[in-house]
Structure formats: structure tokens, C-alpha cells
């Protein structure tokens, strides 16, 4: 596999307030098979020993940098600082809490190169706060056009890998929230299909602190997502508002 040999891949990591699991994270990165990649992790100014943590990984390994903020600025102001600088033909998300397997890139950037493809993302495990794997497994399409992310987003965002040197760098839309999944539309609405390689990858750490128990503000982010971003007519709007709420009710796949 000599293209493994060539190609950089830049891993995106915000970094706010995860002193207890940052390490875990980038010792999932060391861990990778491949081994042609930068970490880029930027600081959301934090108030904990997170970027302390990550500065001694920085200081033993040159492929890891630590960028701060001034301010707290949000997800997407930090993943966008980081892709400012990265210098890889690829980029890869990984959020400061959660985990790759072992194989992660090798696995998927071997599925791009041989199939041609400029953005793919993987099935991933959910993992409890202390580590645990839990029941629910996301499972990927194969393929994703625009349209279909709409009614749903099956893109996690700590499988997601696009190919920069195809499409150029593309940049989170700046919003508080679905942020990353502005990120896929944005890059699905140029006509670029997404593929999903339908395999446990990577693991997503569920916690409290994290998730919305508001509904009705998830609703919200929804709605700006679609008027606002992607500039969709009330009538549509509305159309795939209701399918997603449809699809919650219903818990349809």
C-alpha cells in the first residue's frame, strides 16, 4: 500500500473541558495503523487540565500540535482554526472524547483510494462515559446524496473523512449546533455522493453533560439548519422538518 506511504491525513479535534478522556483519545490515535497523520487539536478555552494533557503528548510527539483560543468560541470556530492549518490531502474528525479502533484509517482511506471516493464515513459503537460499549450500533448507508441528508443524518461526525486535495478545504458553517452536519450538506450539495463503509470503526461516547434532554431546541436547530444554511423554502422546510420528527416518533431507520 504505498499511497499509505504518501498521503497525510489531518485529524480535526476540538478540545473543551475533557480532562478525563483527551488521553484516551489520542492514545487511540498512537494506536492507528497508518501512521501518516497530524493531530491538530485547538482549544476552546477550556478550564480544566485538557490542554496541559495535550501539550505533553505535543512535547514526545511532533505529529501532535495544540492550538488555544482566546475566547470560547464553539465547535465549529475550532475545527474550522484547524483546518486553516492543516496540511493533509485528507481530513478526519475525532472530538476529544471519543475513540478509533485500531484500523480506522487504514480501513477507510484504503476504501477511498480504491474506489475513487472524495468523502466516506463508517459505522460507529456508542460507549457509555466510563468506556462501556453499549447496545446501539450506527449503521451507514452506502451511499448519501444531498437529498437524503436531509430527511437524515447518518454521518457521525468522528467517522468522517474527506478528501481536500478533490474538493478543497470546506469549512464548518458557524453555528452553535449541527454544525457538522451542515459540514456533510454543504460538501453533499456540490453533487460529491457520500459512501459509507459499514463497519464498526470508531466509538462515540455518550455524555450527560452533552446531551439535550430540550426536544423542542433540537426542533429549532433543525429548522435554522434548513432556512437558514441550506436557504430552503418554508414549504420545504416544513416537508423534511416533519419526516425527521416523523422518523424520532416512529424510531424509523
Not at 476540538?14 to 494506536?31: H, Q
Not at 490531502?89 to 482511506?109: G, H, M, N, R, V
Not at 423534511?240 to 431507520?253: D, E, G, H, M, N
Request: hydrophobic letters at 35%; aromatic letters at 12%; a positive charge.
Amino acid at each position: 500500500m504505498n499511497y499509505m506511504k504518501n498521503k497525510l491525513v489531518s485529524i480535526i479535534t476540538p478540545l473543551y473541558n475533557s480532562e478525563k478522556y483527551v488521553d484516551e483519545t489520542i492514545e487511540s490515535i498512537l494506536a492507528q495503523t497508518y501512521k501518516n497523520w497530524e493531530l491538530i487539536v485547538v482549544d476552546d478555552n477550556s478550564t480544566d487540565n485538557g490542554p496541559e494533557i495535550v501539550q505533553k503528548y505535543a512535547e514526545k510527539d511532533e505529529r501532535i500540535k495544540l492550538i488555544k483560543l482566546n475566547k470560547n468560541q464553539g465547535a465549529a470556530v475550532a475545527r474550522n482554526t484547524a483546518i486553516k492549518v492543516a496540511k493533509g490531502s485528507y481530513i478526519a474528525f475525532l472530538d476529544s472524547d471519543d475513540l478509533w479502533t485500531p484500523t480506522k484509517l487504514e480501513e477507510q482511506i484504503q476504501f477511498m483510494e480504491e474506489n475513487n471516493y472524495s468523502f466516506t464515513f463508517t459505522a460507529y459503537q456508542q460507549i457509555s462515559e466510563d468506556g462501556k460499549k453499549q447496545k446501539k450500533i450506527i449503521e451507514v448507508p452506502s451511499t448519501l446524496s444531498y437529498r437524503q441528508a436531509l430527511l437524515k443524518n447518518p454521518i457521525g461526525c468522528l467517522t468522517a473523512v474527506y478528501d481536500a486535495e478533490k474538493l478543497g478545504k470546506i469549512y464548518m458553517p458557524l453555528i452553535r449546533k449541527r454544525q457538522d452536519y451542515a459540514l456533510w450538506l454543504k460538501i453533499l450539495k456540490t453533487g460529491v455522493k457520500g459512501h459509507g463503509l459499514n463497519k464498526i470503526l470508531a466509538y462515540y461516547r455518550l455524555r450527560k453533560s452533552s446531551v439535550s434532554s430540550n426536544k423542542i431546541d433540537l426542533i429549532k436547530y433543525q429548522w435554522t439548519l434548513y432556512r437558514k444554511i441550506e436557504k430552503l423554502s418554508i414549504f420545504e422546510s416544513i416537508f423534511y422538518l416533519s419526516c425527521v420528527v416523523f422518523q424520532k416518533l416512529f424510531k424509523i431507520k
